[in-house]
């Protein structure tokens, strides 16, 4: 866009100027020019200059051709919609719903986007390259399969609106993600895309025909009218399938060649556009020799038809995935000040807000109960479909299910920061990594282009000149066509898509694509021991009455009630431990370090350990269960008198035991890495059968003993609790978090086992194994298929046609072979990321 200073006004002429933008009058001595299709355009003033150049700079000059008057004279809006709905996404309001803070200190924003136009892995590669060359992007990665994209950008420097229309310069259309909106383009693309084959499909039925009879035909010099006829006829019907149906190939290729680059399209245009053109030109010149408009129709039918199985296959391979977006309900019940029930969109809900949730229905966000007792099915986290109960004050996840009673949840997170959200946010991570079979397979696709069109041009060469040239064409076109390596380019992102979805199903997010290359490689497996090994929070094991208790009642009841006003993790399992019970305890006092007293039935009651025994009182020494050699005592005094001992421990859980036997039967080396004394780390490992064990540690030192381990040669897996073992698991080849809804933001973990089931680790395990050598059947098969295929062509051997088929058919084996790592319908039905039903009949709205 080009400023004049008002000195170099032109004269007044003697018919009024319009504004080139909004219609109106230029005043006299206003110089605002701008510069569109090479040409000067007068406006009005600087804000119709300055909303002019924006338009003209981000590429919506069309709005100047379609509009049909300028608004002065029409009322059409001075800014097109278009450009009004891209800066829309800079607000604030609308970024709250989708953009999250990123970085140590929150200075960078990261976002999910939804691409359409994407055809093919050079796409994505153009993206990637194009967006991140922006300044203020630090990261760009787009998923193939899915096509959705991770941004992260410094908002000072740049605007999420730039990013967009940083997007739609090189032909793509580029949009936050949204369940709905994904729905709608996934039904546009399909439908498009069927329709495509349909003209495809007419016009190869018709022309198929035709070329019979041309075939039959050929020799047959009597009615050569005729015969030229059916070859006008062909043309006709040929040209609607080269100028609609291979729309898509032509701009995938040109946008590849405006910015010099060979993707795999643009030997696959370069084939259509020859052979038509060369056919239309043996038919307008009459020459009499075979046309090929057959071949044209086909290849395209059966590139087409390829291409929406492939679409049809990576949408199943991440439907898991892609299902989360849908477990959270559109409406939410809002309970008012005064009691009432507005339904309303989950968008509008706040913290603070209560919502009320009946038997059956699915909870719309993070919150808190804070009235009611039911169970909700919490399958979305854990893959276990056992119900957990839901009390006031516990936690409850948006996306789970209410089962029995009527529950009132105060919200606490929602939009972008509640743990579905990020869920879905550590999951786009893993599949948009990049592997390095990936990234080498992506680098190699344009020189394999590239030598494949040299090769292809000295195939032409040697025909032409040597062999037989009225053959150099079809040769060329057969070769152009056989080794376009979609194949190869499919190999690894779908694979990875399906197996990122069969973890998820298990309650195991995969959180970056690089664990699913080095997991298979593991050979050591360290292991943390609160929270990871054992169950994180005591737990009553044992008990011993001393004393009988009074008639109808039991000293465990009196203790729960007694321990029911301290929040320490001992007072909590203890508590936990009696269930519901009628006695209460009054004058309750917390003695800090010791215990508590109060009173139950006028009685006096002390809870603690062993300083809370009354001096000169004899009572017995403590043995420890012999199950359970740590674990604390726990002394009910009751009158001066010790009535009752109580064994709390932290323990293991129920499938340590079979998944360390399944590791170590694997030949892989488990080694305990605790923080507990070195005593109790032996002692545990000694229960666990664990060979090796190191206590008192640091995270510090945690990760110099892995690190010595590396330097060792071994590729070692550390799984622990996520933010307590950061720098270990930061310092591992593979790191696994426990998950924890509080967690998931905030951890840096390659995987996280939100079920909490360690015996989901062996299954990792062989799943990443099966991984791997799906990606190399598959990136063997295509540079075979390839190597193969060019000779095989370049010999003469194959019509275009057929090149066409085996093509196609060598991309869709590649893809049938990724989604052998689905699990099998049985396990898809119990899915933990299927859209939430009931799990017992609703009850009648309280």
Request: proline content about 7%.
């Amino acid at each position: 866009m080009a400023l004049a200073s008002d000195s170099q006004a032109p004269a007044a002429s003697a018919a009024p100027t319009r504004c080139f933008h909004c219609g109106l009058e230029v005043p006299a001595g206003a110089c605002y020019p701008v510069t569109f299709e090479g040409r000067e355009e007068p406006t009005c003033c600087p804000g119709c200059q300055a909303v002019a150049g924006a338009i003209i700079e981000r590429g919506l000059g069309a709005y100047y051709h379609h509009r049909d008057a300028p608004p002065a004279e029409s009322g059409s809006p001075l800014i097109p919609d278009e450009l009004r709905e891209l800066e829309l996404f800079d607000h604030p309001g609308v970024q709250q719903q989708f953009v999250t803070p990123a970085g140590a200190a929150g200075e960078r924003r990261e976002a999910a986007l939804m691409l359409e136009g994407i055809t093919c892995a050079a796409c994505v590669w153009l993206n990637e390259r194009h967006v991140q060359a922006l300044p203020g992007v630090e990261s760009f990665r787009v998923n193939y399969s899915t096509h959705r994209a991770q941004v992260v950008w410094e908002p000072e420097r740049i605007a999420l609106s730039d990013i967009l229309k940083a997007i739609r310069d090189i032909g793509y259309h580029a949009h936050p993600y949204d369940p709905g909106t994904r729905e709608q383009a996934i039904a546009r693309e399909r439908g498009l895309a069927l329709r495509r084959i349909a003209v495809a499909a007419l016009g190869m039925m018709q022309v198929m025909m035709l070329a019979v009879a041309l075939w039959l035909g050929a020799e047959d010099t009597e009615h050569e009218d005729l015969l030229q006829f059916m070859r006008w006829v062909a043309a006709a019907l040929t040209t609607p399938v080269v100028l609609y149906s291979a729309i898509p190939f032509y701009q995938s290729a040109w946008r590849d060649l405006r910015h010099r680059q060979l993707g795999m399209d643009v030997p696959v245009s370069l084939a259509i556009i020859v052979t038509y053109l060369a056919s239309l030109y043996a038919v307008i010149l009459a020459t009499g020799e075979h046309v090929y408009f057959e071949s044209v129709v086909m290849f395209v039918f059966f590139l087409l038809t390829s291409r929406y199985l492939e679409l049809i296959a990576r949408q199943r391979a991440s439907h898991a995935i892609d299902r989360l977006d849908r477990l959270v309900p559109a409406i939410a019940n809002r309970e008012g000040p005064d009691g009432q029930i507005e339904a309303v969109p989950v968008g509008e809900l706040a913290p603070g807000d209560r919502v009320r949730v009946r038997p059956g229905e699915t909870i719309p966000t993070d919150g808190v109960v804070r009235a009611g007792e039911s169970t909700v099915n919490r399958a979305l986290l854990t893959g276990e479909p056992e119900p957990h109960p839901a009390r006031p004050g516990d936690a409850v996840t948006g996306g789970t299910v209410n089962v029995d009673g009527p529950l009132s949840v105060e919200v606490q997170r929602v939009g972008a920061e509640t743990t579905l959200a990020a869920i879905q946010r550590l999951l786009d991570r893993a599949q948009t990594e990049k592997p390095r079979m990936a990234r080498i397979a992506e680098a190699g696709t344009g020189w394999f282009v590239g030598a494949v069109l040299v090769l292809t041009a000295l195939a032409g060469l040697v025909w032409y000149a040597w062999i037989d040239p009225a053959r150099a064409l079809w040769v060329m076109v057969a070769m152009l066509v056989a080794t376009c390596p979609c194949a190869l380019a499919l190999a690894t992102p779908v694979a990875l898509t399906a197996t990122t979805g069969a973890l998820s199903r298990m309650g195991l997010l995969v959180t970056r694509g690089s664990a699913l290359e080095a997991l298979p490689r593991v050979d050591m497996v360290c292991l943390d021991k609160t929270g990871t090994l054992t169950a994180g929070m005591p737990r009553l094991v044992a008990r011993e009455d001393l004393q009988p208790a009074p008639e109808g009642d039991d000293w465990l009841a009196w203790a729960a009630a007694l321990e029911s006003h301290s929040e320490h993790p001992l007072a909590r399992a203890l508590a936990g431990s009696a269930g519901a019970s009628r006695i209460h305890a009054t004058g309750v006092r917390n003695l800090p370090g010791r215990g508590l007293e109060g009173s139950i039935e006028g009685r006096r009651l002390s809870i603690g350990g062993a300083s809370m025994l009354p001096s000169g009182v004899d009572a017995p020494s403590p043995a420890a269960p012999a199950d359970y050699p740590l674990a604390t005592p726990v002394w009910l005094v009751v009158d001066d008198q010790p009535v009752a001992l109580f064994w709390l421990a932290d323990t293991p859980r129920p499938e340590v035991r079979d998944v360390l036997g399944d590791l170590r039967a694997r030949g892989l080396r488990v080694v305990l890495l605790t923080g507990d004394r070195p005593e109790a780390a032996k002692a545990f490992a000694a229960q666990m059968d664990i060979a090796e064990a190191e206590g008192g540690l640091t995270p510090e030192d945690k990760l110099a003993y892995v690190r010595a381990r590396q330097a060792e040669g071994r590729v070692v897996l550390m799984a622990g609790e996520g933010i307590n073992d950061a720098p270990v698991l930061a310092g591992a080849d593979v790191s696994m978090a426990m998950g924890g809804g509080t967690q998931l933001a905030q951890t840096q973990a390659d995987l996280v086992l939100l079920s909490d089931r360690l015996d989901h680790l062996p299954q990792a395990l062989d799943q990443a194994r099966h991984t791997r050598r799906v990606i190399r059947q598959n990136i063997a098969w295509a540079i075979g298929y390839n190597v193969v295929a060019l000779p095989v062509a370049a010999a003469g051997l194959l019509t275009p046609w057929l090149a066409a088929l085996g093509m196609s058919l060598s991309s869709l084996l590649v893809v049938g072979n990724a989604l052998r790592l689905r699990p099998a319908r049985e396990t898809a039905e119990r899915s933990p990321v299927r859209p939430a039903e009931p799990v017992a009949p609703p009850r009648p709205p309280v």
